[in-house]
């Protein structure tokens, strides 16, 4: 064989080779803009605060209306919902990007290091809050809708430019937290339940809503210890940025926590739940250990513990709630259809027997 046989031979040789490895790199890359892509959606809609969002919408509903909700009509409102969540958050990162840029826990995010223009983020918020809303709107009716529109204005055109300004964003922030109580609320019909006799569902809703009112300082003044270096380098007025000592970050923590406690066992109320009475004093209590333990020694350690705490125990109040504080007016309700039936049939049935014996 010649010598540019064998070197044909050897290049085709190389070619058969690397095809295979091109093709192995190419999915691989694929795979790895996939997840890049995935990264930067869980970063711009931030899944874990739609998920506190919708839990919180489904318990007020549930608390209000109980074994009465249609599903199909849940299904599509909790999806307008998570579409409202979604485009809030976008909309907060666009009005964030300069500040975001300057702390490291954000810096990365997609507008803020410039992987999305922020005329295609601020379009696809818009897209997002319109179809979410109308989503809404169609499922439970314009008062549920209306709730969602003003949680994200208060969110997005309030709150967020507040941290700039005062130390009072976070109670600001708070109410904007605890209006997804509204959501549920209004389209489980509060306002006809509580028009037409029935207190219990708006108690209920008014409870939680207070709840997590409170729930948000300890939660919220926590983070604020943790990254309160970065929230000084962004120029974001934190009460843990203005106090350093983060005194007043502790006793409005506090403050909050105890008043928690009340509040929580109010939730059991309504449905005279002993089981959700006791859960919401051990989940308050603990709640208070934590945010006294912050208070005290108020480091990285006791905040991020209390931090930890607060994620805890909202889930044991809102899964309590659902499980055990169905309002007792639904459980009446339900008892005197059975009741009713078993006296219709009681009553039926000596006129059954006259007439078989008529017929014998």
Known sequence: M????TAVASSRASVIVAMPAQAAGSDAATTGDLVAVLRDVSMLTRPRIAVMVLATVITAMWLTAGGSLDVGH???????????????SIANQVVERDTDKLMPRTAHRPIASGRMAVGTASGLAAFLLVAGVGLMTIASGWPAAAAALATWLLYVVVYTPMKK????????????GALPVAIGWLAADGPERLAGGDATGA?????????????????????AWIYRSQYGLAGLRML??????????????????????????????????IRLFLTAAIAAI??????????????????RGLLLTSLGVLL????????????????????????????AHSTDLPRMQRIQKTHD
């Open 316 to 343: 044991a109040l809102l899964t309590a709630s659902v499980v055990c504080g169905a309002p007792r007016s639904h459980q009446v309700s339900r008892a005197t259809v059975f009741e009713q039936a078993t006296a």
């Open 74 to 88: 849940l299904v599509w409102l909790l999806i307008g919902t998570m579409l409202v969540v979604a485009s809030s």
């Open 286 to 303: 603990v709640y208070c250990c934590a945010t006294i333990r912050f208070a005290l020694r108020r480091d990285d350690t006791s905040a």
């Open 203 to 223: 108690l209920s809703a008014a409870a939680l809503a207070t709840v997590l009112y409170l729930w948000q300082f300890p939660h919220f003044m926590a983070i």
């Open 240 to 273: 843990t940025v203005d106090d350093p000592s983060g005194l007043r970050a502790a006793g409005q923590a506090l403050a909050a926590a105890l008043a928690m406690v009340p509040v929580s066992l109010v939730l059991s109320v309504p449905s005279g739940s």
């Open 165 to 176: 300004i005062s130390p009072l964003n976070t109670a600001v922030g708070a109410v904007a």
């Open 2 to 5: 010649s010598a540019s046989s």
